[in-house]
């Protein structure tokens, strides 16, 4: 609450799938282990193989398009390398 961040998604990554059984990682009780965590979705990964890592990257990916915001501004033509940097960083 202090933080504010009641609107911000939150995703649920499970760790050492590869040391676990199936079962309890499909499990929808990880849904709700805590009153504050509320996860949109749950992704299992394995730090040690990799597994689950490109997916969780593509809900990290999605969680964040999903706050953009898009803005619109002039760029004076003497700020031609702040429009660079603009179109290099902008999606």
């Not at 059984?21 to 965590?37: D, T």
């Not at 990916?61 to 429009?83: F, K, N």
Request: hydrophobic share 45%; proline share 4%.
């Amino acid at each position: 609450e202090e933080l504010m961040l009641e609107d911000t998604p939150q995703i649920l990554v499970l760790n050492k799938m590869d040391a676990c059984e199936q079962e309890k990682i499909e499990s929808p009780a990880w849904l709700s282990i805590h009153e504050r965590v509320i996860p949109e979705c749950s992704v299992a990964t394995s730090a040690k193989s990799g597994d689950g890592l490109s997916e969780l990257l593509e809900i990290v990916e999605e969680a964040l398009l999903q706050l953009s915001v898009m803005i619109e501004c002039l760029v004076p033509y003497s700020a031609s390398d702040l429009l660079a940097e603009i179109h290099k960083v902008s999606l």
